[in-house]
């Protein structure tokens, strides 16, 4: 039974990497589980996730305001960003950079549109990998 889902979980990770989603510092990740943790890679992919979820409320409550505060917008894209990167969330990661740019020139429809990419781009990862 192990076997199965160590092999389910091996088709899936490799289908993320095929569809641009991870990077090889998802790979960097996984080799720092060990038997001691075994549990290593799903805490921290867990923890990206719920920290992302709360960053990307926080952008949304921040775009809908009437003047942007575009500093703390991208703040906040810095911070999904490097955690995007810690975990090798490749396709999150370059949508924060266009957001950087979006924030740069104070584009509020550029960052709304950025936003919704950034949405789907952070849930197609953590939906593959929380159920």
Known sequence: MAAAKSNQLSTLVANMFTAGLLDDQFRQLEMLQDEGNPDFVAKVVMLFCEEGEHIIGELTKQLDQPCVDYGKVDTFVDQLWGNSAYVGAQRVKNTCIQFHACCQEKSKVGCLKTLD????????VCSMFIP
């Open 117 to 124: 990419s950034l949405r789907n781009d952070f849930y197609d």
